[in-house]
């Protein structure tokens, strides 16, 4: 009599090795080599699968998936912090350019210049970019890291004037997490907070942008999708694909650090991010659908103290689902699996 749970074994058995060679599939089908470059004119950060440009070495992020296939043009990703600028407003929304500094540092600029160092660490490769000193004595600094695998990073996030302590993964294959430090600001009588402008868009405008529940919309008539992301503890911006399958993401946590001279904290301080129409190109986003298309998004700080440092962490990602190995494995597993339940209920 045939023993099915013999067959169940070998099924087991056989899914943990295609596990395994999928692994090593990845491995040897990989094009990157982790890490922080220079070339072309521009910085290169890598993970396995995923690529970062900045260009000219400014926090002009493009990004896309690695393609294992020969041939096949990837999307490419656009997130590029433009302008920083201090708020004078009610509240931490950008509700219109007006509510900006007329003193504006572009950070896109070909007179701002950024110096490039990296570090070398038992589970990653760091690469910063730092700024020119700014005339108001201030430095704007990103700090990449490239994680050789996986990590879990614990952070305690003030949400409503409750401490919440919460654990999120960075995946070293398709993840980038980047740290915007803001040092030695002095703020300007009346000032209420402090913006980052920045541009957001996929380059052929092919893919469907979507804001999380916590990204506010100070645009007259637009309405959010209804399904849009909801996370406590994230705020973000997705791409959707033409299949309406979500391609990468940029998220950030909802509270930023602020430290003092001996890198003691100091306090933590909410983060307000709103989108509009409006922005400091007026160019962006011609003939295109706002809140579809492009945004431009609006990250807005407290006034958190003149001389501080403050420190907020994003991330990007690229969904491994668009690779074609990762496809060709999955659908190769599914196969193996119908076909053993096959043999078992022929059995029988």
């Known amino acids: 009599m045939f023993n099915t749970n013999k067959i169940l074994l070998v099924g087991v058995l056989t899914i943990l090795i295609m596990s395994s060679i999928s692994t090593s599939f990845l491995v040897s089908a990989k094009k990157n080599d982790p890490g922080v470059n220079n070339r072309e004119g521009s910085t290169f950060i890598e993970t396995d699968f995923l690529s970062m440009k900045l260009h000219e070495g400014k926090p002009d992020m493009m990004f896309w998936l690695v393609n294992s296939s020969e041939g096949k043009k990837m999307p490419v990703f656009h997130v590029s912090f433009t302008h920083i600028a201090e708020l004078f407003g009610d509240d931490l929304l950008v509700h219109n350019m007006g509510e900006l500094s007329d003193k504006a540092f572009n950070l896109a600029s070909s007179s701002f210049d950024w110096t490039l160092t990296k570090e070398s660490l038992t589970n990653e490769v760091r690469g910063t970019i ?186 990007i990602g690229i969904d491994l689902g668009l690779n074609p190995v990762v496809i060709v494995v999955a659908v190769a597993a599914g196969i193996t699996l119908v076909a053993l339940v096959a043999v078992v209920v022929k059995r029988r």
């Open 130 to 315: 730092t700024s020119d000193t700014l005339d108001n004595g201030a430095t704007i600094s990103f700090v990449f890291h490239v994680y050789l695998e996986d990590v879990l990073i614990t952070e305690e996030i003030n949400e409503t004037n409750t401490i919440i302590t919460t654990t999120y993964q960075i995946k070293s294959v398709s993840e980038i997490k980047f740290d915007i430090i803001v040092d030695n600001w002095t703020f300007s009588p009346e000032a209420t907070g402090l913006v980052f402008a920045v541009k957001v868009h996929e380059l052929a405008y092919k893919h469907r942008i979507q804001a999380s529940d916590g990204v506010n919309v100070t645009e007259d008539g637009y309405e959010k999708p209804a399904n849009a992301t909801k996370n406590e503890n994230k705020h973000g911006i997705e791409f959707y694909d033409e299949s309406d399958r979500r391609s990468s993401y940029f998220t950030w946590v909802p509270t930023a650090q602020v430290y003092d001279s001996e890198y003691s904290i100091v306090s933590d301080v909410n983060v307000t991010s709103s989108m509009n129409n409006d922005g400091f190109d007026e160019d962006f986003g011609n003939g295109k659908k706002f809140g579809k298309d492009f945004i431009n998004l609006f990250l807005s700080y407290p006034n958190y103290g003149d001389g501080l440092k403050m420190v907020h962490d994003p991330k």
